[in-house]
């Protein structure tokens, strides 16, 4: 680390936690982030600000003004940019030290196939179940820990799968790809703005915790939030041996 890093960092090297050891696993690290909307925005800046290495952002969507309500790393100036480059911007500029890749493309199957490999984790901020199925397929394949959230109108959840404990659950345990889940948009259901940065935050902070190896990740259990009465509720989860991609019927 050079002086400017032991200045910029210092409140990280002070945590006993953490300390230089930790800072430096953080410095060294590469992150896959899947959306960079509502829960993209604070998991990107905090990411960059925190000092990971290397962070590739995956987006095809382009900035809205209907966006502007919650997605913190976009401003007037990012109308009908491409989310990623909008974000990126943002975060080289809160810290020149990273290096943030922008790819303006579907997380695909291939993308994801192709990418997984050179990430140490990956952090799902997208809004939709298909794609959050893709991404923990791959993450199972590629054996990449997941940090999961999820949030619309005034719910939220988070949780972290790992498929390096043969006895954690992937999200496909808890939610099967094959079981009809009726999809909610924010543009139908709405999303009250603070929300995702609550869950996007959390999602950061259980992605440095990993990456730093400090604190108890938050695998096997789900945290649901119920914003409106503020009220936090966890769920044990478990793995499921019969589970459609991590199930022990599976050929990986």
Same mark, same amino acid.
């Given at each position: 680390m050079t002086d400017?890093?032991? #200045?910029?960092? *210092? !409140?990280? #090297?002070?945590?006993?936690?953490?300390?230089? =050891?930790?800072? &430096?696993?953080?410095?060294?690290?590469r992150v896959l982030v899947v959306g960079a909307g509502g829960l993209g925005s604070p998991v990107a800046l905090y990411l960059a600000s925190a000092g990971v290495g290397?962070? @590739? #952002?995956?987006?095809?969507? @382009?900035? *809205?003004?209907?966006?502007?309500?919650? &997605? $913190? /790393?976009?401003? +007037?100036?990012?109308?009908?940019? #491409?989310?990623?480059?909008?974000?990126a911007e943002r975060m080289r500029a809160l810290n020149p030290g990273v290096k943030v890749r922008a790819l303006a493309q579907r997380a695909d199957a291939a993308l994801l196939d192709r990418e997984l490999p050179d990430v140490d984790l990956v952090i799902d901020c997208c809004d939709n179940f298909s794609t959050r199925q893709l991404v923990n397929a791959a993450c199972v394949r590629h054996g990449?820990?997941?940090?999961?959230?999820?949030?619309?109108?005034?719910? %939220? &959840?988070?949780?972290?799968?790992?498929? !390096?404990? /043969? @006895?954690l659950p992937c999200y496909a345990c808890l939610?099967?790809?094959? /079981? /009809?889940? =009726?999809?909610?948009?924010?543009? @139908? +259901?709405?999303?009250?703005?603070?929300?995702?940065? $609550?869950?996007?935050s959390l999602q950061a902070a259980e992605a440095l915790k990993l990456l730093a190896?400090?604190?108890?990740?938050? *695998? %096997? !259990?789900?945290? +649901?939030?119920?914003?409106?009465?503020m009220q936090w509720t966890e769920i044990a989860m478990q793995r499921d041996p019969a589970c459609e991609v991590c199930g022990d019927h599976v050929t990986r």
């Open positions: 400017d890093d032991l #200045l910029r960092y *210092s !409140r990280h #090297l002070l945590l006993d936690d953490l300390g230089i =050891e930790g800072q &430096q696993r953080l410095l060294d690290a290397r962070i @590739t #952002l995956v987006d095809h969507d @382009t900035v *809205s003004l209907t966006n502007l309500q919650r &997605q $913190i /790393a976009h401003d +007037m100036a990012s109308l009908e940019r #491409l989310k990623v480059d909008s974000a990449r820990p997941l940090v999961s959230g999820a949030a619309i109108g005034f719910d %939220g &959840q988070l949780s972290v799968y790992d498929p !390096r404990g /043969a @006895t939610f099967p790809p094959s /079981a /009809a889940f =009726e999809e909610a948009a924010c543009a @139908t +259901m709405g999303v009250f703005a603070p929300l995702v940065g $609550i869950i996007g190896g400090v604190g108890e990740p938050l *695998s %096997g !259990r789900l945290l +649901m939030l119920d914003a409106r009465r």
